[in-house]
């Protein structure tokens, strides 16, 4: 029998393993895939400091580490069920059944998808999938596209696909809809895509980027666009274009694109067709938080997290028993944090085991702080506000907190 299940081999879930393992705690991981590493295994970028982020380096590091701590990676099986039964979660799986006394779900992220009129034509993929083709299965996934989606994701995928040498043409905005929401609106995006203006390429971008914050720039800067766009990595940003349809028979063929207003409504007679073999769909990302919903997990809505997200604590608990959560499924941030969190996750399960003796209330303590400090350094931020979104979290958990403590009294006094 094991101590403790992981349900995910991603940054989060291996980190977590990792310090659960090294603190005596005999730890099982189990994911989906093939191989461990989550998002991991696809990403490939240069940091601001001019350092290479080579996720399938850091995915081995972590695959070695937790395998020398006998941690037991399980590649392939996949979760349909988790539910609690007297002392111990029961772990419904493809290849049988787990039992521990505690769980941690690091199911990470999943895409938002945005459909439109042929989207389902070979050739057209989510961003993400373009990244694991290219990054893991070092298959080009064509070569003359375009991106359908303005956002951090896009743009940092973008720069891995031109890095494997494919040629990416354009990026324009889905046609504003119920479906697309925000996504469709060329004012909204531009106001997401100020919140990293200090990536921009120049300072008198990034100097620009300033001063459209002001919404009274901003409309001007929305109404005066320029048509051929502005270039991301030497690729076109065409805000005030939409994508109406994609082309083909049997395969992509081009993209049915037309001008809008700022607000994302289509000019009509501005229709023309580009070109195209290969179409990357971005919606953004949502915590994968299915699996916490099934063991009656309460759930808060925060969009400044990614949405809907499992109840849980800045020491990655959540409010049932021997239940944690660390990563992506507690709102959308990068690897690194994901790993922070992991690790958190990892001490807050040894200390509720009774491992780690005195000292393991200061390593707790650490890492909660290592996590604000990786996330007030990061480059980029998927949701801006995302610390606002944590503070409201944990606000919510305090007076959970506070009532149960209220409710027990009362319950003695009575």
Not at 218 to 235: A, Q
Not at 278 to 300: N, W
Request: hydrophobic share 40%.
């Amino acid at each position: 029998m094991t101590d403790v299940i992981v349900i995910g081999a991603g940054p989060a879930g291996l980190a977590g393993s990792i310090a659960c393992a090294e603190l005596g705690l005999k730890v099982t991981v189990i994911d989906e895939f093939f191989k461990p590493g989550g998002r991991l295994i696809g990403q490939l970028h240069q940091e601001p400091s001019g350092e290479w982020w080579n996720g399938i380096n850091e995915s081995n590091f972590l695959e070695n580490k937790a395998i020398k701590l006998s941690v037991d990676l399980q590649c392939g099986v996949s979760v349909y069920n988790l539910a609690k039964k007297d002392n111990d979660w029961i772990v419904y799986t493809n290849k049988g059944t787990l039992t521990a006394p505690y769980v941690l779900i690091a199911t990470g992220a999943a895409e938002y998808p945005v459909p439109l009129p042929g989207w389902t034509l070979p050739g057209v993929m989510s961003i993400g999938a373009a990244q694991v083709m290219t990054n893991v299965h070092r298959v080009q996934v064509g070569k003359k596209g375009m991106i359908i989606g303005a956002n951090i994701l896009s743009f940092a995928i973008l720069n891995e696909l031109q890095l494997a040498g494919i040629n990416v043409e354009r990026i324009v905005l889905p046609e504003k809809s119920p479906l697309s929401q925000k996504a469709g609106e060329p004012e909204e995006v531009m106001k997401s895509l100020l919140n990293a203006a200090h990536l921009a390429p120049s300072p008198l971008l990034r100097l620009g980027s300033r001063f459209m914050k002001n919404d009274w720039f901003r409309k001007m800067g929305m109404k005066y666009f320029p048509k051929s766009g502005v270039k991301i990595n030497g690729t076109p940003l065409l805000l005030r274009k939409a994508a109406i349809k994609i082309l083909g028979t049997e395969q992509v063929e081009g993209v049915l694109v037309a001008d809008t207003d700022p607000s994302g409504n289509i000019l009509p007679g501005t229709e023309k067709t580009y070109e195209a073999d290969f179409v990357c769909i971005a919606g953004g990302l949502y915590p994968l938080a299915e699996l916490a919903a099934v063991t009656d997990c309460p759930f808060q809505y925060i969009p400044e997290l990614g949405g809907h997200v499992p109840h849980h604590s800045e020491t990655m608990e959540t409010p049932l028993d021997g239940l944690f959560v660390a990563g992506n499924i507690t709102g959308i941030e990068s690897g690194k944090i994901a790993m922070a969190q992991g690790t958190t996750a990892g001490l807050s399960i040894a200390k509720h085991a009774g491992k780690g003796g005195g000292a393991i209330n200061e390593k707790l303590q650490q890492a909660v702080h290592n996590v604000r400090t990786i996330r007030q350094q990061a480059a980029i931020q998927f949701n801006p506000e995302i610390e606002n979104g944590r503070e409201k979290m944990y606000r919510l958990w305090d007076q959970l907190y506070e009532k149960n403590n209220n409710n027990e009294h009362k319950m003695k006094i009575g």
